[in-house]
């Protein structure tokens, strides 16, 4: 995610740290290496990784909106730097465009999860309640399921499931029955002005300071986008797409994406002791787990929207990484038998 104080206006989060997170501190960018940036946003991080790489490496940027590709190809702010390129592609696709690219294997791996402020900040993309505009909330715009049309089909079950679990909303049943019976009544909630009335009429009690929409904003954003399974696919390719010694950086803004960050990394390289058998060597993992890294006080003066980033850092190891077969998931309990 981006930040910025008045619309259009970009501050970019964790800049510095994220950027650094990439490589070996003392042994700088690898040369001639492969560095992606996977959510280009309007380019902060990459602006930065450019700057610090060597003349034979290569910076692969990618983003799903398409409003990010014309702002890193066009005008006065694109980017022509020859060690530069960017493509439209989901950033859980990201091993795929760098083995479609020939660019393979990987030093650095850089995401930054969730949306950003000039998606926030522009009326038309309907991702907030501060605007009255249609409801769109879709990252890329020229394809899949609006917000609206989701809320136009869904069930009252469906709803609540979305809104509970990427939400976080303990008031999400009443919310659902509140959005299917308006559009039972004929009017189908089709902005963000209708969304948030709708949500506000549902939710009797809220904490102070917050908008008693910004949870179910968050959770259809999520569903929308697939944001979370974007999120899982993203982080598994890279234990077969980075190099050994490979750097994965990944900034998260809410508890649901950072605890999925938080819980790949310590399962690939959090060593599981096995009290049957105490003097056994420890079996070799493919990650090192880095750092976890805040935004600093002066950040989160400068930017508020900082406040709740997280950047998580792990290190690919030499250990040969094989994908588990579907086969491979534990089995159910056999009769007679234990597990």
Not at 242 to 263: C, M, N, Q, Y
């Amino acid at each position: 995610m981006q930040g910025e104080h008045t619309p259009w206006q970009h501050t970019t989060v964790l800049l510095h740290e994220a950027a650094g997170a990439l490589w070996d501190a003392e042994a700088g960018p690898v040369p001639g290496g492969v560095y992606v940036d996977a959510t280009f946003g309007r380019g902060g991080h990459s602006r930065l990784i450019l700057s610090q790489l060597p003349a034979d490496a290569t910076l692969l940027a990618l983003d799903r909106d398409p409003d990010a590709i014309v702002h890193a190809t066009q005008g006065p702010q694109a980017i022509t730097d020859p060690r530069f390129r960017i493509e439209h592609a989901a950033f859980s696709s990201w091993a795929d465009v760098v083995s479609q690219l020939g660019l393979a294997p990987v030093q650095g791996l850089l995401m930054d999860i969730g949306v950003s402020s000039p998606q926030i900040d522009n009326p038309q993309r309907g991702f907030s309640f501060r605007f009255d505009a249609p409801l769109d909330m879709r990252m890329d715009t020229t394809q899949g399921e609006s917000a609206a049309d989701y809320l136009a089909r869904a069930t009252v079950d469906e709803l609540s499931h979305v809104i509970h679990t990427y939400g976080e909303e303990r008031f999400a049943r009443p919310i659902a029955k509140a959005l299917v019976a308006r559009r039972e009544s004929g009017q189908p909630v089709r902005t963000t002005g209708e969304l948030s009335n709708v949500v506000a009429g549902a939710v009797k009690t809220r904490e102070a300071g917050q908008n008693p929409a910004t949870r179910t904003f968050q959770a259809l954003r999520i569903h929308v986008n697939g944001e979370l399974d974007e999120l899982q696919a993203a982080l598994e390719a890279s234990l077969s797409a980075l190099a050994p010694g490979g750097r994965l950086a990944v900034i998260s803004f809410h508890s649901l994406e950072d605890r999925i960050v938080k819980t790949f990394i310590a399962t690939h390289s959090r060593e599981v002791v096995d009290r049957r058998v105490p003097f056994a060597e420890p079996k070799p993992l493919p990650l090192r787990a880095i750092a976890r890294i805040k935004p600093s006080e002066a950040e989160i003066a400068a930017n508020p929207r900082a406040r709740s980033a997280v950047l998580r850092v792990a290190e690919r190891t030499d250990v040969p990484w094989v994908p588990p077969r579907a086969d491979d998931a534990p089995r159910g309990k056999r009769k007679g038998g234990r597990r």
